[in-house]
């Protein structure tokens, strides 16, 4: 794992080294075990890098054996082994173990056609010289980030947007279209971000770009091919395909761990992965006070049949309110909630015990329909069949029991659920959720003007793919759901960035895509059994979780702290964004509006959770603003002197006399 960056020129007028410098210092989080940089007359790129495969022969940029192939990469390929062999077979000569070079032979050997083979998590650039292009690609679901700008004619690419500013050639703007996405949808939907001119390479795609101009291809795309029965095997496939996913997301050359949540899917992570480990593997768990009731004993129950070394850290308010700025920044896009102060915390931790890699339950609701949303909409249509039925709607209160203890009563279940949209609409499923956002309502008529004609649900709507049609409705529920939420958000703000604000790596055993192809495949009622969710995968589960340990699922519902963001005593901060003065200055909400929901909130007079997301909302649109709009992103550059390596146009230097002239630098 690491953090890359580029500036690929449309003439040959050279890319500064203090330019490249910057951009690996805006992103050294990611990478705090070296750097290294290429510098050419056209193309230029920086690498920071997390070493945990092949600790002493990986070092990037990376080059083939006359120079002409030139990689700067971000992931990792799990079947590199069996690609190397494959590679090596064809005559390719390897100088390292790293899964690095087989990006670089594959490349030579297979062109694009290098993506369909991997499996792994990953962002790259390829420089090509014989060609004169520059190559870049995501993995299939957006596990990895890559952001992109184009100025006249140059390329600028990066693992954050930060990286880009630094280069201290793009300026810092405001998308006024791509932040309406982040406070509808939650997060902006790819390619667009709230930053105007940088946009998001979209998971499943590559890029080539030549002489100043940029053509993108899809080479993966989700499709749910629903069979109309489970195949009488289908869980012994289920089996074969996890241990093998598991099996490849163990290689590493330094130590990794588990994250237990307490949950079905960090349950069956953690056991798996433990069982083909030493005995005693690190496991970790973080608490933010979750009203659903304290985790801890599932967690025991979970690490003591494991067997592993647990460490567990709560967080309290203090320290959520503390640190929501420093996740802000590794974020880069409004908030709704401290779900990603919790995974920030958790990486903190998983760093200070020495672990570098944290095997995760990322995916399994999305493909097993484990998340909320399928019960939910299930239970919408059930209930629009005789909107009167009071009974019918008591159901809801099973999906979100932390609702029902609140005793919201009749209106607020038809409110929320039942007016949100007709069954036939296309977003039916997420349509509560993003008419629910509420914060649209904040805007000053101004930045309403500046949005006139922007309908970004209709957007959304007019987007989807043709195949979209012919699925179920809870297969265009899952589309959604992997679109719009998981991959901006779940692996990204709440994932990737997180994790790697401490240099932690992040796996994920569920985002292999040959499970999401079976997933895929199966009748819904094989993933959504009336409101028992993830069917199938209980069923497996039975089988191959230690005795002791029950399969069962814990509540999504995350705390939005919002109480320990408007408090009276919160911290001077939230005061200095949320003054009418400051929210004037910004220009996107009405100072008015505003501050009558603070004094509201601060007074017990809004106690209802839909009210907690806009909150949080409004703020980190404030302070987001002023971490990146209205301040510059200004770093001093990384020493072109304590590089790993410096590799430049006219040299092809072996991997062996980089680290033999790097020791000698240093000695």
């Known amino acids: 794992m690491s953090g890359i960056a580029g500036i690929a020129r449309r003439y040959p007028t050279g890319v500064g080294v203090e330019s490249l410098g910057r951009m690996a210092a805006a992103i050294k989080h990611r990478g705090p075990d070296g750097y290294g940089f290429y510098v050419g007359s056209n193309v230029g790129f920086a690498h920071v890098r997390l070493s945990v495969v092949d600790l002493h022969g990986g070092a990037q940029p990376l080059t083939n054996e006359d120079g002409r192939i030139v990689v700067t990469y971000n992931g990792e390929v799990y079947n590199h082994r069996e690609l190397r062999l494959e590679l090596e077979a064809r005559g390719h000569v390897f100088r390292t ?11 030579e050997e297979w062109g694009s056609d290098l993506l369909h083979r991997i499996n792994g998590q990953f962002a790259f650039a390829i420089y090509d010289r014989n060609r004169g292009t520059v190559f870049v690609a995501r993995d299939r679901f957006g596990v990895r980030p890559l952001f992109y700008a184009q100025r006249s004619g140059d390329f600028y690419f990066a693992s954050e947007i930060k990286a880009i500013l630094a280069s201290g050639e793009v300026d810092a703007a405001l998308d006024a279209r791509g932040l309406d996405e982040v406070l509808t949808f939650g997060a902006a939907r790819h390619a667009r971000t709230p930053f105007s001119g940088i946009a998001c390479l979209e998971p499943g795609t590559y890029g080539i770009w030549k002489d100043g101009a940029l053509w993108l291809r899809h080479y993966y795309e989700l499709d749910y091919p629903e069979a109309a029965e489970e195949p009488p095997d289908a869980v012994e496939q289920l089996d074969e395909i996890m241990l093998r996913s598991v099996g490849m997301r163990l290689r590493a050359d330094v130590p990794l761990g588990v994250h237990v949540s307490g949950g079905l899917n960090s349950t069956i ?9 030493r005995p005693g593997i690190p496991s970790f768990s973080i608490d933010v006070g979750n009203p659903q009731g304290d985790r801890s004993d599932r967690q025991r129950e979970v690490t003591e049949a494991i067997g592993s070394h647990h460490t567990f850290s709560s967080i309290g308010e203090d320290t959520i309110a503390q640190s929501f700025p420093d996740v802000l920044w590794h974020a880069e896009t409004p908030l709704f909630s401290a779900g990603p102060v919790a995974m920030y915390h958790l990486a903190k931790l998983t760093k200070e015990s020495g672990t570098k890699i944290l095997l995760k339950g990322d995916g399994a609701d999305e493909l097993f329909l484990g998340s909320d949303v399928y ?10 069949r005789r909107p009167e039925s009071r009974s019918r709607q008591r159901l809801f209160g099973r999906v979100y029991p932390h609702l029902a203890a609140q005793e919201l009563g009749h209106e607020f279940w038809s409110s929320t659920f039942l ?30 003007d500046a949005l006139a004609g922007v309908d970004v649900i209709g957007e959304l709507r007019a987007s989807l793919p043709t195949r979209f049609f012919a699925w179920s409705p809870l297969n265009q529920a899952a589309y959604l759901e992997m679109t719009t939420s998981l991959a901006p958000y779940g692996l990204s703000s709440c994932g990737d960035r997180m994790s790697m604000a ?26 959504l059994s009336g409101l028992r969710e993830k069917e199938i995968l209980r069923r497996w589960a039975s089988r191959v979780l230690p005795r002791g340990i029950k399969a069962r699922s814990i509540s999504s519902f995350q705390p939005s702290g919002t109480p320990a963001l408007f408090r009276r005593n919160s911290p001077a901060w939230v005061d200095d964004h949320l003054s009418p003065d400051a929210v004037r200055r910004v220009g996107i909400f009405s100072p008015d509006a505003v501050n009558a929901l603070v004094r509201s909130y601060r007074a017990g007079s809004v106690v209802e959770l839909p009210w907690h997301q806009p909150m ?21 550059p990384l020493p072109m002197g304590k590089a790993s390596v410096v590799l430049r146009d006219n040299t ?16």
């Open 502 to 527: 401490h240099g932690v790596e992040g796996r994920h055993p569920f985002l292999d895509h040959r499970l999401f192809e079976f997933a895929a495949a199966l009748p819904t009622r094989s993933r």
């Open 269 to 277: 992570t953690a056991s798996l992965a433990a069982s083909a480990s």
């Open 652 to 667: 092809a230097i072996p991997h062996a006399t980089l680290v033999a002239n790097r020791a000698d630098r240093t000695s």
């Open 375 to 384: 019960k939910e909409v299930s239970v919408r249509r059930f209930c629009m």
């Open 419 to 448: 007016d949100a949209g007709e069954s036939s609409d296309l977003l039916f499923s997420h349509l509560p959720r993003f008419l629910g956002a509420r914060v649209g309502q904040f805007y000053t008529p101004e930045f309403t």
């Open 97 to 107: 173990r790293c899964d690095t070079e087989v990006l670089v032979h594959g490349y």
């Open 616 to 636: 949080v909302g409004v703020l980190s649109t404030q302070l987001w603003h002023h971490q990146f709009i209205q301040s510059a992103v200004t770093l001093a």
